[in-house]
Structures are given as structure tokens and as C-alpha cells.
């Protein structure tokens, strides 16, 4: 049973260029979070993706935006870097979003550095 | 709004050592849930336990124990037993309504165990 994957593994930019991570979630699961993690603290929330629609939003400007697919893979693209976007990249997949807190699984993440 | 306060930056034992994580939350929620990560050098966050607010029975899984205290909004994690490979950055989480099902996380708390 294959877990959260996510690719690449490590990426480095330059500002102003555009990335994009990619994630399939574990089998069976149907939505995909994405997350930022800077070095030292805990993970950010930035948008959910459920039934290719984005279901809810964090606190993140326009710059980042996502796209989940047919078969629940997802992309998070992110456009005119800046230096402050470097940090760890989580994907997370679980079931169906509802009135209860399903469990995420997290994938290994992608490391984005920018320069 | 909800909130999740981890207080120990870095522990450090020796190795067979009992250790506690705190973690203590805030929410208007009356039914919420919390959770621990573990997150070792490889970055991948791994699930370790879900507990909702209705449930106040402490757990033990092996060498890991949670105790649940509503009371002082607490839910902590012991490892007993220490060993090298539980050195990691530990994260306790929150979520319910008051957050739209969105994970609240602390800013973890990072366990060295040394030989």
C-alpha cells in the first residue's frame, strides 16, 4: 500500500522564477492538503483540494495555487518566487473533508530553496 | 481561536531516560481533537494518535503513553524507555469547528536522545 509521494525531493530557484511540486495521496484517499514548513517551526496550512476544487484556503497570497486531478493527484505551483518561499513542502492526503477530523498522512515533502 | 502551545523548544536525555512532551491547547470548541506527529530528519510527519474531546481515557501504545487532561487543557506525551531512534521533532495538533477541520499545530518540540 503505497503512501503519500511527493516530487521532486529537493528543487532550487532563483526569485522571480515559478515551481511546481507535485502529490499523490495514499491509495484510497481522496483529498489532498499542502503545507509550508519553515525551518524551526510547525507546518502552515495553505489549501485543500477535494473533488478537483479548492476547498479551503490559508493565509497565503495568489502567487500560490494548486490544482488536484481526476485520479486525486494534486500540484502546488507557486509563481514569482521570493526568498522567503524557501522552506519544506508538505502534501497530506486523507478522506472526504466532513464534520470530523480524519486523519492526514503526510508525504516525505520537496525541499524548495530559493536564491 | 484555537491555539497549540509546545513550551519545549529542545529536550535532551540519555538514552532509557522517561521523557514528557507538553502540549497545551486553546479552543471555544466543545468538541475538537487533538493530535501528536512525529517528524524525524527525513522530514516525512508520521502519525502517532487521534483523541477527541469526549474521550478523557489515557493511552499506551508500547513505550508511548498520552494523558488527556480537559481540565488544564493539556495533552501530553510521555516515551518511556527512551531509545536513539525516538529523537525527532514532536508536533501536537489541534482541530474542529472553530478552525474549519484545519489542523492548528504547535511549533514543536524537539527530542534529542543521546547513546
Known amino acids: 500500500d503505497a503512501g503519500v509521494t511527493q516530487s521532486p525531493t529537493h528543487l532550487i530557484k532563483t526569485r522571480g522564477q515559478q515551481v511546481t511540486l507535485r502529490c499523490s495521496p495514499k491509495s484510497g484517499h481522496d483529498t489532498v492538503s499542502w503545507y509550508q514548513q519553515a525551518l524551526g517551526q510547525g507546518p502552515q496550512f495553505i489549501f485543500q483540494?477535494?473533488?478537483?476544487?479548492?476547498?479551503q484556503r490559508g493565509n497565503f497570497p495568489d502567487r500560490f495555487s494548486g490544482h488536484q486531478f481526476p485520479n486525486y493527484s494534486s500540484e502546488l505551483n507557486v509563481n514569482a518566487l521570493l526568498l522567503g518561499d524557501s522552506a519544506l513542502y508538505l502534501c497530506?492526503?486523507?478522506?472526504?473533508?466532513?464534520?470530523?477530523?480524519?486523519?492526514?498522512?503526510f508525504g516525505a515533502g520537496t525541499r524548495l530553496s530559493v536564491l | 481561536a484555537q491555539k497549540v502551545t509546545q513550551a519545549q523548544t529542545e529536550i535532551s536525555v540519555v538514552e532509557k531516560e522517561d521523557v514528557t512532551l507538553d502540549c497545551v491547547y486553546e479552543?471555544?470548541?466543545?468538541?475538537?481533537?487533538l493530535f501528536w506527529y512525529k517528524q524525524p530528519p527525513s522530514g516525512e510527519l508520521v502519525f502517532l494518535i487521534r483523541?477527541?474531546?469526549?474521550d478523557e481515557q489515557n493511552e499506551i501504545s508500547g513505550r508511548y503513553s498520552w494523558n488527556f487532561q480537559k481540565s488544564t487543557s493539556s495533552f501530553n506525551f510521555t516515551i518511556t524507555a527512551s531509545q536513539v531512534v525516538d529523537s525527532a521533532v514532536y508536533f501536537c495538533a489541534l482541530t474542529g469547528m472553530d478552525s474549519n477541520y484545519q489542523l492548528i499545530w504547535g511549533a514543536g518540540t524537539k527530542l534529542i536522545i543521546k547513546p
Open positions: 497530506a492526503s486523507s478522506l472526504e473533508p466532513g464534520r470530523t477530523a480524519n486523519i492526514q498522512y
Open positions: 483523541r477527541n474531546s469526549f
Open positions: 483540494y477535494y473533488e478537483e476544487e479548492e476547498r
Open positions: 479552543t471555544r470548541d466543545t468538541t475538537y481533537y
